[in-house]
Nanobody
Framework: QVQLVESGGGLVQAGGSLRLSCAASGRTFSGATMGWFRQAPGKEREFVAA????????YYADSVKGRFTISRDNAKNTVYLQMNSLKPEDTAVYYC???????????????????WGQGTQVTVSS
């Protein structure tokens, strides 16, 4: 059974930084794509970033490109989201997700991911 556990959320001032972690367990993740999504109150859950576990190719939403960095630690089976230059509009619950699909065509779609974590709150004050 795949389990994804996020941590690292919190309250930060605008311009600050946070690093989110997603600890993955339950199967081998070498063929997985790991994604981060976020959902603000009253809004749809949206794609933030993704990384192919094998090879490390990364994908970003335009709204976070240049500010956020996704990475993974193979030894720890953990994916990270380093968030810099945070803005109040980054406030949301952030979710980690995993997919074992071989194609990357829909990598930014919620439906691409079969497994989800419980989410961690990120609040950016102005």
């Amino acid at each position: 059974q795949v389990q994804l556990v996020e941590s690292g959320g919190g309250l930060v001032q605008a311009g600050g930084s946070l690093r989110l972690s997603c600890a993955a367990s339950g199967r081998t993740f070498s063929g997985a794509t790991m994604g981060w999504f976020r959902q603000a109150p009253g809004k749809e859950r949206e794609f933030v970033a993704a990384i192919r576990w094998s090879g490390g190719m990364t994908y970003y939403a335009d709204s976070v490109k240049g500010r956020f960095t996704i990475s993974r630690d193979n030894a720890k089976n953990t994916v990270y989201l380093q968030m810099n230059s945070l803005k109040p509009e980054d406030t949301a619950v952030y979710y980690c997700a995993a997919s074992f699909a071989t194609s990357t065509l829909a990598i930014k779609e919620r439906s691409y991911y079969a497994y989800w974590g419980q989410g961690t709150q990120v609040t950016v004050s102005s």
